[in-house]
């Protein structure tokens, strides 16, 4: 099953810093790493994704450089920011607060 976009369309900016926090990378691997640890059941479209770099980049949260060498082409990786960081800690604790009201508003008896 696909999770909806509109469940975690919100969240595009808090998912790609807190990728960022583990490393550097590039547009391509963010995009697969989110298929992956999510079992394919999200993937950002490719507008979205880079959309958002434009956006978190113009915030002071990331920035981007030019890398790659050899027989590969050149890609654009984005590091994280002092800034993006305090901005993806304040965006995971919204989340965390978020999960926890909606698991109390979901929550429901089970009728046998």
Same mark, same amino acid.
């Given at each position: 099953?696909?999770?909806? &976009?509109?469940?975690?369309?919100?969240?595009?900016?808090?998912?790609?810093?807190?990728?960022?926090?583990? &490393?550097?990378s590039?547009?391509?691997?963010?995009? %697969? $790493?989110?298929?992956?640890?999510?079992?394919g059941?999200?993937?950002? %479209?490719?507008? $979205?994704?880079? $959309?958002?770099? %434009?956006?978190?980049?113009?915030?002071?949260?990331?920035?981007? +450089?030019?890398?790659?060498?050899?027989?590969?082409?050149?890609r654009? +990786?984005?590091t994280?920011?002092?800034?993006?960081?305090?901005?993806?800690?304040?965006?995971?604790?919204?989340?965390?607060?978020?999960?926890?009201?909606?698991?109390?508003?979901?929550?429901?008896?089970?009728?046998?």
């Amino acid at each position: 099953m696909s999770i909806a &976009g509109d469940l975690i369309r919100g969240h595009t900016d808090a998912i790609i810093l807190a990728r960022l926090l583990r &490393g550097d990378s590039y547009g391509y691997e963010i995009n %697969k $790493t989110i298929s992956t640890l999510s079992s394919g059941r999200f993937e950002l %479209k490719e507008a $979205t994704l880079y $959309t958002a770099f %434009k956006r978190l980049e113009e915030l002071g949260y990331i920035a981007s +450089y030019w890398g790659g060498s050899g027989a590969g082409a050149r890609r654009r +990786y984005y590091t994280i920011t002092a800034l993006g960081k305090e901005a993806c800690f304040r965006l995971l604790a919204e989340w965390n607060e978020t999960k926890d009201i909606m698991d109390k508003l979901l929550e429901v008896e089970e009728r046998l």
